[in-house]
Nanobody, 125 residues
Framework: QAQLVESGGGLVQAGGSLILSCVAS????????MGWFRQDPGKEREFVAG????????SYVDAVKGRFTISRDNAKRTVFLQMNNLKPEDTAVYYC??????????????????WGQGTQVTVSS
């Protein structure tokens, strides 16, 4: 299974920005769709954003559309999440993972990687 290492989280005020990074190993990165997910304590993990392997088509959950941008660098086996205009409700641990289709990312089904440690994002009001 793929190994995933997330970084870039932190404490930011509402309206601020952060860029998250996730480096993948143990898979041919360029062949797989990549996604970001988040989990707040007491809540289930949810899909946030996804990007396809070749065409770089993106998909977002409604709550982050217009504020978050997912991108990838296949040469560096890295997927990014640019988060702008952050809100307190964005507070969560953010994770990345891989899948063979965007549908599997959005439904969190048959994901290919072991969940990493994640990176904590805390947005103060």
């Amino acid at each position: 299974q793929a190994q995933l290492v997330e970084s870039g989280g932190g404490l930011v005020q509402a309206g601020g920005s952060l860029i998250l990074s996730c480096v993948a190993s143990g898979l041919t990165f360029r062949n797989y769709n990549m996604g970001w997910f988040r989990q707040d304590p007491g809540k289930e993990r949810e899909f946030v954003a996804g990007i396809t392997s070749i065409s770089f088509t993106t998909s977002y959950v409604d709550a982050v559309k217009g504020r978050f941008t997912i991108s990838r660098d296949n040469a560096k086996r890295t997927v990014f999440l640019q988060m702008n205009n952050l809100k307190p409700e964005d507070t969560a641990v953010y994770y990345c993972n891989a899948a063979q289709s965007i549908e599997r990312l959005t439904t969190m089904r048959s994901l290919l990687g072991n969940w990493g440690q994640g990176t904590q994002v805390t947005v103060s009001s």
